[in-house]
């Protein structure tokens, strides 16, 4: 976190709007679409950008600025900007920072609606994407083309929880030129922090653990202030605004973040050492067991492993399905990160009308199972699991 005299969890309880002159010691929910100006100057120079002030809750608003400021700090960003929903954000930065005839370098491990945007709606504005396999970051260098703009990555995948160094990634932005966009939604800003090895810009779904309650949609983008400018302008006049109530509601949320994700993480370890002692478990994929093929780097760069557990259920598709139709306790959802453990089966839903081809370049398996282990009592999440396998 930069320039900060206190540690990540002060930061997080302690950023706030300044008071209004009722003296609230909790900062209040600000429902309100527009702003009012003290004379024709006042509302001259606001518009202008001469004076810091709010104009209307599209552009800004004091519960959305207290939100942006505390990821800010979290990530090390110098600015941010607040949308609707992750997938927004992930848009908007796209669409702000590329023109016609761009290319991008990207992961191919990435998000389905990610995927969706770069190979079905991007090319409409002739702006193509050339995948990499999170596993041969060789071959990187080798999908630069002249017209290459930025690259692109989720770290870990979803919902493979595959890992990427990031310190090579910045590199190898940093030497060609180019700019690095990361998807930091698995981890949070309490577990990593792209900025530090060398992202120019990090985005959030914080629709998932940064809420952590499963309540409402929200997305962030950070990172340097002049990209921040272009996303700020294009977001300003296409409307993928935050509400006032959604920022309220996660800006308190970060303040239990840090206590959250350590409970979150130490349940998902112990889940990960169960499962991979499972004797209908094939495989296990979590960043801080030491079989995970990316194991080094993961404790390299992140803080715990994070909360996404995968694994391959032995038999297959059929053997997936077996598995949702007897969890008992532990919610079926396409969501992740809430308190709630969640499992999801995603070559029979999320990925179903992907070929085999198309699901195993992403590593998804047919028996793979993506479990977002929650705060439950560890051992009920265990003894549900251990139900559903045998």
């Not at 969706?116 to 396999?133: A, G, V």
Request: one cysteine or more; aromatic letters at 8%; hydrophobic letters at 40%.
């Amino acid at each position: 976190m930069s320039d900060s005299k206190y540690k990540f969890e002060t930061e997080a309880v302690r950023t706030q709007s300044e008071r209004t002159q009722f003296s609230e010691h909790s900062t209040p929910l600000y429902v309100t679409s527009s702003f009012v100006f003290d004379d024709a100057e006042d509302m001259r120079a606001s518009f202008a950008e001469e004076k810091p002030k709010n104009l209307y809750s599209r552009f800004s608003n004091p519960n959305t600025t207290e939100f942006v400021e505390k990821i800010c700090k979290m990530e090390g960003a110098e600015a941010g900007y607040a949308f609707a929903t992750g997938m927004a954000a992930v848009y908007n930065t796209l669409a702000a920072l590329l023109e016609s005839g761009d290319h991008i370098v990207s992961a191919s491990s990435v998000f389905g609606s990610t995927h969706s945007l770069f190979k079905k709606y991007l090319p409409k504005w002739n702006i193509e994407t050339t995948y990499f396999k999170i596993d041969e970051p060789e071959s990187i260098e080798g999908c630069i083309q002249p017209n290459t703009k930025i690259i692109y990555a989720e770290t870990p995948t979803n919902p493979a929880v595959d890992i990427i160094d990031l310190d090579l990634l910045g590199e190898i932005a940093k030497k060609h030129n180019l700019l690095l966009v990361i998807d930091n939604c698995f981890a949070t800003p309490y577990i990593q922090n792209p900025i530090k090895h060398g992202a120019d810009i990090v985005v959030h779904s914080a629709t998932k653990l940064i809420d952590g309650q499963g309540r409402v949609l929200g997305g962030v983008a950070v990172g340097r202030a002049d990209l921040i400018r272009e996303i700020y302008l294009f977001a300003r006049n296409t409307g993928p605004a935050m509400s006032p109530f959604n920022a309220w509601v996660l800006s308190k949320s970060l303040e239990t973040l840090s206590v959250r994700v350590e409970k979150h993480c130490e349940n998902a370890l112990k889940v990960a050492q169960f499962l991979e002692a499972h004797p209908n478990v094939a495989s296990v994929k979590y960043p801080f067991l030491p079989s995970h093929p990316q194991y080094n780097i993961a404790k390299k760069q992140m803080r715990l492993g994070g909360n996404i557990v995968a694994f391959e259920i032995k038999g297959g598709i059929d053997a997936g399905r077996n598995f949702l139709n007897k969890i008992q306790m532990c919610s079926l959802s396409a969501n992740l990160g809430d308190t709630r453990t969640i499992v999801t089966h995603p070559a029979s839903t999320t990925h179903s009308k992907l070929s085999v081809e198309e699901r195993l370049a992403v590593s998804i398996t047919d028996g793979l199972v993506r479990t977002s282990i929650g705060l439950e009592h560890v051992d009920d999440i265990i003894s549900d699991l251990n139900q559903a396998l045998s």
